[in-house]
């Protein structure tokens, strides 16, 4: 397999790094293109868009609209095919862990060189996982955020989507008009992503989903 050809995201906030990472990139993966995302609705637009297939994903664990590991969860579960390698300033043994216990094909830290970088990516892309050296992984047996995590992992991408928006605060009429759609399937859905969270109302929902993030689950 050669590595050519490739479609690869870069799903981060900060600009000044994912241009800095597309430009340190560009001599070691030359024949690549490369798609941006600043926020978990951007990553899953690319990834509804049917004329691209994506070869690989780095994705930033504290980016809007993903709440710690939730959206990792959901591209392992929707978007199988497409490796997702986490890349974070956390670099803990926990954080690592947790990353692969969800689904990511490596973790590299944003402390890496370029060098550690390239070599990372060209690992992934061949079909292994990356570790940084002296990672010891710890065993995830969490009764808690296991069970959250298989449910999150029901939702459809839509039901997804609107969950993150009740995170944001945003009413159904809100919700309704941003994708473009009626009050009533906005009201389906929340009924749908309820049920399936075993939940009662927005608000459960969104603490249920909070509890997957970073700084909750480090504790």
Known sequence: MKLENLNIIIADD???FRNALRQALTNAFADTR???ADCADAL?????TP???????LLDLQMPG???YSTLIHLRNHFAHVPVV???AYEDNLTISRAIHYGSSGFIPKSASMETLCDALTTILYGDIWLP?????HSIDDQTEDPIANKLAELTPQQYKVLQMFAEGLLNKQIAYDLGVSEATIKAHATAIFRKL??????QAVIALQQLDRDKVEL
Do not use: A, C, M
Request: glycine share 8%.
């Open 51 to 57: 004329k691209n297939s994506y070869d690989l994903i």
């Open 66 to 68: 993903s709440h710690g």
């Open 34 to 36: 490369w798609f941006e």
């Open 44 to 48: 899953q637009q690319l990834l509804d």
């Open 14 to 16: 900060h600009p000044l």
């Open 198 to 203: 075993g939940v009662r109302n927005r608000t």
């Open 86 to 88: 986490v890349i974070s």
């Open 133 to 137: 050296s002296g990672v010891q992984l």
